[in-house]
């Protein structure tokens, strides 16, 4: 069925010339995590012509201890600078993100009016109720042992913070807060997907996030593959898919090479 999908995308959707298109792409990283969870992914939209940025948010790449001090709005001014960077310099600005990446990207979509959003994986909820208290407890329970993976491909070589930071988990609590209940005020296209499997994310997450968006929205749910879609078991099916995807849902001027 993705085969299916991709292959009649690349036959009926907007024609690719030889010149640059003229548009920038913003990929926003997991929770904890690297621009390695982004790597695939922004090769793939690089070679369709996209200029992107992958920038590391802060506190990652680091120590644990380097989240401690950082709030969402932290997080979020580092990712609007970058947003804002590809607005000077591109006609059109795509946004997308993994997990906490991609609730993320759905605050940016409500500051600001990107083309299109890509939502791997949203953190809209969490499938260990006791992450629910971190905004009770940050204070005093500074980390505490990460979860354990569902990757499937168990090279995918991401990585991530263990000791999980109590306060990161907080903030994304927060920043859920911030979106759920405005998911209709997003209208530009979207592409949803998910893991059917994702052992930290429920996939009734993402069904849920379809539902409620403002805008028309492309489903995709994956089998074989665990919460960390971009770099696991299936990333090179989800590349195709978000190039097809792209390349069906907006118009996007080319610039000459």
């Keep these: 069925m993705l085969r299916a999908w991709i292959d009649a995308v690349r036959r009926h959707g907007h024609p690719v010339s030889s010149g ?34 992958v920038p590391l948010l802060p506190g990652r790449g680091t ?4 989240m401690d001090s950082l ?13 804002d960077d590809l607005a000077r310099e591109h006609d059109e600005v795509i ?26 994986a949203t953190a809209l909820g969490m499938s260990n109720p006791i992450a629910y208290l971190a905004p009770y407890v940050w204070r005093v329970i500074r980390h505490v042992p990460s979860p354990a993976s569902d990757l499937v491909d168990l090279n995918a070589g991401a990585k991530c913070y263990d000791p999980a930071p109590v306060r990161a988990v ?31 994310v429920p996939v009734q997450y993402a069904r849920d996030l379809a539902a409620r968006l403002g ?15 971009t770099v696991d078991a299936r990333r090179r099916e989800l590349a195709e898919a978000t190039v097809a995807f792209l390349r069906s849902s907006i118009d996007i001027p080319q610039r000459a090479a």
């Design 215 to 229: 805008g028309p929205v492309t489903t995709l749910f994956l089998e074989g593959t665990g919460h960390a879609i």
């Design 170 to 200: 907080a903030e994304l609590i927060h920043g859920i807060g911030l979106v759920r209940g405005r998911l209709g005020e997003i209208r530009c296209p979207a592409l949803v997907s998910h893991a059917v499997s994702d052992r930290l």
């Design 71 to 83: 709030s969402w709005e932290d997080w979020m001014a580092s990712a609007l600078a970058a947003y």
């Design 95 to 120: 946004v997308g993100g993994l997990s906490a990446g991609a609730t993320m990207t759905l605050d940016i979509a409500l500051r600001r009016t990107p083309s299109a959003v890509l939502l791997f």
């Design 20 to 53: 640059r298109r003229d548009a920038g792409v913003l990929l926003l990283h997991g929770l904890t995590g690297t621009t390695c969870d982004m790597q695939y992914l922004r090769d793939a939209l690089v070679a369709d012509g996209y200029s992107v940025s």
């Design 63 to 66: 120590r644990p201890s380097d």
